[in-house]
């Protein structure tokens, strides 16, 4: 992305990067200020579909808050107070599971679905996380800077350059490289052996 950006003075490297998370910034704001949901969409997705799920599940309430919820022969216990199942998946996602979903369909008591998934799923969080403004790197004609680091002397780092030029073309890794031949067996016809190691010819078929 900063492939031609890099070559430029440390302070107009600064003000590209910034000027790009402003632009992503903005777009991500705006994207999310036009949605009409309390969460957004992928939540709102998996919402749905643990809903749709839930509604085909056995619930037995134990207690107020606790419920055992059977689901292809197997049974999750849900605890909606502290908002855990056993499966986990409400415990880490901290939202609506199948089996949460379907002990709340029965025990609704007038509150609504997103108020026991986290906050952090809803449109407002996702605006304020991108709220903050980024501002480009001032001229130094403008830099306030204390005196003591204007005092002090930073040495040119120690280090030996090698000859020629600095390499401009990113290399991949030995674990990046991808083959782009492969041996493709002239008995029969199969791609990632050769006619010498075909199991054609060691099962006495050619």
């Known amino acids: 992305m900063l492939k031609e950006e890099r070559e430029f003075p440390i302070t107009a490297l600064f003000n590209d990067i910034s000027k790009r998370w402003s632009e992503l910034f903005y777009e991500r704001r705006m994207k999310y200020a036009k949605l009409k949901t309390t969460f957004v969409p992928s939540a709102e997705t998996k919402i749905m579909a643990s809903k749709n799920l ?84 001032p001229d130094e004609e403008f830099w306030n800077l204390p005196p003591e680091v204007l005092e002090r002397v930073i040495p040119p780092p120690e280090k030996r350059t090698k000859p020629g030029r600095n390499q401009q073309k990113w290399m991949p890794t030995i674990g990046e490289m991808v083959s782009k031949k492969r041996n493709r067996c002239s008995l029969c016809k199969s791609i990632g052996h050769k006619k010498s190691t075909c199991p054609m010819k060691s099962n006495g078929v050619a």
């Open 54 to 137: 839930g509604n085909k599940l056995l619930v037995h309430q134990i207690d107020e808050d606790t419920f055992n919820v059977t689901a292809d022969n197997r049974i999750a216990m849900v605890r909606l107070r502290i908002k855990t199942c056993s499966c986990r998946e409400f415990d880490l996602d901290k939202i609506l599971c199948q089996h949460a979903m379907a002990a709340l369909d029965i025990n609704l008591e007038g509150k609504m679905i997103y108020e026991y998934s986290s906050p952090y799923y809803k449109v407002e969080s996702y605006i304020l996380a991108y709220a903050d403004p980024i501002y480009p790197v």
